[in-house]
């Protein structure tokens, strides 16, 4: 039997991916794209993926440049220019990868890499025999905390079908959808389940001003906040076991953004420390916010700049008291290359939203665009809480590369046909 060049293909891009995702190294993820970079053919292409991530390249250099005036450890440095280079190679090497595939393969290729991890999650879950001696939190831990490469396949198979094109035989597209949710909801991931909601949707185009789109706007904010007002009335706390954890985490996650009180952390009470560390990540970025002063609002601390958190507090078995990376990606950014850093990330996310933000009459293309969109939404709500594009473990910019390959040529088939009709 021979193997047809597409799915041959199919099964390379899919292995890397795959690879990449279990060896979870950054360095090696940095080292992987940008060899793949080398052995790549630049086009006509290369102009344009090239200009879509020119705002993360300049923040790169200000992180470059900045650390060289500072007394940083080599070492730290280094670790910082490759967090920062990664979303580069990692696009521009996704939008290479996937062009090897035609457009409907590739996000075929998307949705098959999700069902298989689907898979591997769902037999994690199930070697944890005795279910009722298991928690929420030992369940995560051991079986996996979230995965959005899952995420973004529903959203395909769901995109795909919302415009009535088919990925799959329909038996095919029922059991890769049933893996990919029962696993979906065994992660009991917060930022999965308020990210998907959201870029649904966005993909769908509940957004944009129609009298469909402000009823479900009116109903899913009425919703939120009924849910909400319910989380309030339970007697939920930190010692909650099982599926009241869950629903404990859920209510503190709009919480743990900001944090309202000033604190003397060298004398801390308990209850104090209690609520310090369920606002943690407003902790750490209004200590990041306060060690930016003078001059250097404007470019940042640079690469290799640690913030102190004002003492030493137990962070996954260790004290640390000075940390690299914080949660809050836009404060990360801030901290690291200044108010110039963070107005050209938010200029490469509004760019792509304002690139993506489109209808168009062709079904394919529609659906390519409005995946492609709700990524970029992803990483918007993502840059609150785990640091959206330079999440050390994120590979959905590869993905998004490789989207942006795959609507570029879609539109670029669309509009060549409609010159020819004219």
């Not at 795959?18 to 950054?26: A, C, E, G, R, S």
């Not at 470059?64 to 979303?87: E, G, H, M, R």
């Not at 769902?122 to 928690?135: A, P, Q, R, T």
């Not at 529609?366 to 840059?383: D, E, K, P, R």
């Amino acid at each position: 039997m021979v193997i047809k060049k597409q799915h041959l293909l199919s099964i390379l891009v899919s292995s890397l991916i795959i690879v990449l995702y279990f060896v979870n190294k950054i360095e090696v993820n940095v080292i992987v794209f940008t060899l793949g970079l080398f052995a790549c053919k630049f086009t006509q292409s290369s102009l344009f993926i090239f200009r879509c991530v020119n705002s993360l390249i300049l923040i790169f250099l200000i992180g470059v440049i900045i650390s060289l005036f500072t007394q940083s450890l080599f070492f730290n440095i280094f670790k910082d220019a490759i967090y920062f280079l990664k979303p580069i190679s990692a696009i521009v090497f996704g939008f290479y990868l996937f062009s090897l595939l035609n457009t409907r393969n590739a996000f075929r290729t998307i949705v098959l890499i999700g069902a298989f991890l689907s898979i591997c999650h769902i037999y994690n879950i199930l070697k944890i025999y005795d279910f009722n001696e298991v928690s929420i939190h030992y369940l995560r831990n051991n079986a996996g905390l979230n995965n959005f490469i899952e995420m973004i396949s529903i959203l395909v198979i769901l995109i795909y079908r919302f415009n009535g094109i088919k990925l799959f035989s329909s038996i095919t597209t029922n059991i890769i959808a049933t893996l990919l949710v029962i696993s979906f909801v065994f992660y009991f991931s917060r930022t999965m389940i308020v990210a998907s909601l959201i870029m649904t949707m966005f993909a769908l185009g509940y957004h944009r001003l129609s009298a469909k789109g402000f009823i479900i706007l009116i109903i899913s904010m009425l919703s939120v906040i009924l849910f909400y007002w319910y989380l309030l009335t339970l007697d939920l706390n930190l010692s909650a076991v099982g599926f009241e954890a869950f629903l404990y985490k859920l209510r503190m996650a709009p919480g743990e953004l900001f944090i309202s009180s000033d604190f003397d952390v060298n004398n801390l009470q308990p209850k104090e420390l209690r609520y310090l560390y369920d606002h943690w990540r407003g902790f750490e970025a209004s200590q990041a916010i306060s060690q930016l002063n003078g001059f250097n609002v404007m470019h940042g601390n640079g690469f290799g700049a640690l913030v102190d958190l004002g003492r030493e507090f137990k962070l996954d078995g260790e004290n640390v008291r000075h940390i690299p990376i914080i949660h809050n990606g836009f404060v990360y950014v801030l901290f690291k290359t200044g108010i110039v850093g963070l107005v050209l990330y938010l200029i490469f996310l509004s760019n792509l939203f304002l690139k993506y933000n489109r209808v168009y009459s062709n079904r394919e293309l529609n659906a390519a665009t409005s995946i492609s969109l709700a990524v970029v939404i992803f990483y918007m709500l993502s840059s609150f809480v785990i640091t959206g594009i330079y999440n050390q473990g994120d590979l959905i910019s590869l993905i998004l590369g490789g989207m942006m390959w795959i609507q570029k040529e879609l539109h670029s088939k669309e509009f060549t046909f409609n010159d020819r009709i004219d």
